[in-house]
């Protein structure tokens, strides 16, 4: 945004000299980053149908002001209801790859013959407000983004068995037999990733849904609240 050459463009000719600019340039470049920076995002993983959306829901209706859902994109059709650039960015694989080539997103997969991913973009929308952004991403996904620099807090969500994974997905229905059958048998190498020890902060198993979003807001609230000075008791 701010860089050398834009900021030397608008100072009068006698000022050019880019060694006495160098200073003004670079504390521009650092205030931008932190103003851009905002807070620690939250990224939820886990095997489709382990709830993830459902928590998130709930996480977003209850804290409206304090959370933003990073608008991921797809490749995959829209299902009934589901609205372009709110629950998604549909797109094409043509323009998708054309973006990846031009390095706009932090993280992509391809889940169930469909490519999805998250664009810098995404997350920066919802970091200028000030609001914490939460990335729903594949495994693939997770590994990407713990490459970057952003930081973000990792929480894995797990369903209580596949039996019961295969119960809620064919209750959900929103997939044909062949899809949930693919769902099914990367759930499984899924849960081992989301259990190998190091891979994500905290996995709350999604048994009770009031049990596994209490979980959630209590790791948040624990790991993402500012904490306030104490106050210095040597001032006495
Ligand atoms: N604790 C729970 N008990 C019973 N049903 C649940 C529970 N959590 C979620 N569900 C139901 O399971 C189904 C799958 O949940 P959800 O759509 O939130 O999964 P998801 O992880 O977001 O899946 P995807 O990755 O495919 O979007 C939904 O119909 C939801 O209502």
Redesign the pocket.
Same mark, same amino acid.
């Given at each position: 945004m701010f860089d050398g050459l834009s900021i030397t463009a608008v100072l009068p000719k006698s000022y050019l000299s880019l060694w006495r600019y160098l200073p003004i340039t670079y504390f521009f470049k650092a205030f931008v980053t932190m103003v851009q920076k905002g807070p620690r995002p939250l990224v939820l993983c886990?095997? $489709?149908? $382990?709830? #993830? $959306?459902? =928590?998130? #829901?709930r996480l977003l209706k209850e804290f409206p002001d304090k959370f933003g859902f990073s608008v991921s994109h797809t490749t995959r059709g829209p299902r009934p209801g589901e609205k372009d650039g709110v629950h998604y960015h549909f797109t094409t694989k043509d323009d998708m790859v054309a973006a990846i080539e031009k390095g706009e997103f932090i993280e992509t997969a391809t889940f169930s013959g469909n490519m999805y991913g998250t664009s810098k973009r995404a997350v920066e929308d919802v970091r200028c407000t000030g609001k914490i952004c939460i990335l729903?991403i594949e495994i693939e996904g997770v590994k990407q983004i713990k490459r970057t620099d952003l930081d973000p807090l990792l929480v894995f969500?797990m369903p209580p068995s596949i039996g019961?994974l295969e119960r809620? =997905?064919r209750? *959900?229905n929103?997939e044909d037999e062949d899809a949930l059958k693919k *769902?099914l048998d990367t759930a499984s190498r899924e849960i081992l990733y989301g259990q190998e020890p190091d891979n994500f902060h905290i996995v709350i198993v999604?048994?009770?849904?009031s049990k596994?979003y209490s979980e959630l807001r209590d790791f948040i609230s624990q790991n993402m609240v500012e904490k306030k000075s104490e106050p210095d008791a040597t001032q006495e």
């Amino acid at each position: 945004m701010f860089d050398g050459l834009s900021i030397t463009a608008v100072l009068p000719k006698s000022y050019l000299s880019l060694w006495r600019y160098l200073p003004i340039t670079y504390f521009f470049k650092a205030f931008v980053t932190m103003v851009q920076k905002g807070p620690r995002p939250l990224v939820l993983c886990g095997p $489709s149908g $382990s709830g #993830k $959306s459902t =928590l998130l #829901k709930r996480l977003l209706k209850e804290f409206p002001d304090k959370f933003g859902f990073s608008v991921s994109h797809t490749t995959r059709g829209p299902r009934p209801g589901e609205k372009d650039g709110v629950h998604y960015h549909f797109t094409t694989k043509d323009d998708m790859v054309a973006a990846i080539e031009k390095g706009e997103f932090i993280e992509t997969a391809t889940f169930s013959g469909n490519m999805y991913g998250t664009s810098k973009r995404a997350v920066e929308d919802v970091r200028c407000t000030g609001k914490i952004c939460i990335l729903d991403i594949e495994i693939e996904g997770v590994k990407q983004i713990k490459r970057t620099d952003l930081d973000p807090l990792l929480v894995f969500v797990m369903p209580p068995s596949i039996g019961e994974l295969e119960r809620r =997905l064919r209750g *959900r229905n929103t997939e044909d037999e062949d899809a949930l059958k693919k *769902r099914l048998d990367t759930a499984s190498r899924e849960i081992l990733y989301g259990q190998e020890p190091d891979n994500f902060h905290i996995v709350i198993v999604n048994d009770k849904l009031s049990k596994a979003y209490s979980e959630l807001r209590d790791f948040i609230s624990q790991n993402m609240v500012e904490k306030k000075s104490e106050p210095d008791a040597t001032q006495e």
